[in-house]
């Protein structure tokens, strides 16, 4: 049974209808007694760019290139296979672009060393769409170009939540949306990003985490694979948690570690849900270059001033929204939900309908592919 169509506002047309729970009471009804059925393992593949030339230099200057930026890069002499093996940016040589079919091919970026700049350019003519990058002078540029798309390269859509103020529920929300996602077919993690959190599990769980958590993170060094992010973080009943150990005050988390941590949690999980604690987050600029969506919990009287919000623990706003603020609904903190936590079974409160049901409104999971709306 599919138990928003039940509901007036199940039949009522969803503005995000690619984030909607459908089928959680089957995946539930069970519960806690048995284990709600895993997601189906998702295949995590690194970022990979191909280069379609012949030229040794060419080849060997963009391979250097795309391993400074953590890109797989495969070489293509033959532009007929392309269409079966390119995945990610497409780069042409200078020696194989002539080939390049304006309707047929993809042509992200032209490369040729600069004693071939007017080739390459008269060529480019043929591909208004297409970059240039002339070697070595272009070679930063185009390792930023493919970084920044690894970064974004991940499946996973990645939301972030953020509150407006101190003790409205943020915590409890991230770590229900992102069960909930788990729930419904997703590989989901949440990622404890709040700078004053000591730690989330205790909330969730009584047993002692069996895996790696931030402090782990910060004395790891280099690249986070993302099967390898996947597999040794800890798991409530089948969802990832990366959280504080809670035993220690830390210290903030470095740039670069979000940056490759938030680019291996696209590529390994569906799911990935962010607690970002008060707004601004100290990183607030990187995080976004990775969010599909930022939501924001706030109180009825104070909302934010645009984006999208949901009222914890209000049923109505209590002032008239800004234009630009788009209010989802609101996430009553029950007493259901309250005792679960103090007990540290918060994803027992999976058993209440009314919890489910309330964050099925608010219309925050990606759907399964193939499921209905």
Known sequence: MKWLTDTPLALEPQKNNRFVMTNLDDLVSVMPTE???AAEQATTQEPVCTIVSADPRIVESCAAIAVGAAVRIIQCTDPETLRLTASGPVLWGSDLAGLANNDGHRVDVLVGLESEGSQLWSQASRFPKARVALLPSAGQWLGEYLGLWAMRAGHGHTLAFTATAGGLGTSTLALLVAHAGTLTGLRSVVIDMDPHSQTLWPRASTKPPTGVGWEELQHSGGRLAAHQLAETLPQLRNTSVLTWSGTSEHEAVEEQLIIRLLAAARQGFDLVVLDTGRYPHPLQSVINQFIDRQVFTAQA???????????????????????????????PISSRIIKADQRGELLDSFKSRRVRQSLANLCLIPQVQGQNS
């Open 301 to 331: 009287s104070c909302l934010p001033q645009r984006g999208e919000a949901v009222l914890c623990g209000e049923q109505r706003a209590r002032c008239e929204p800004a234009i630009s603020t788009e209010i989802l609904g609101s996430f």
């Open 35 to 37: 284990q709600a059925p």
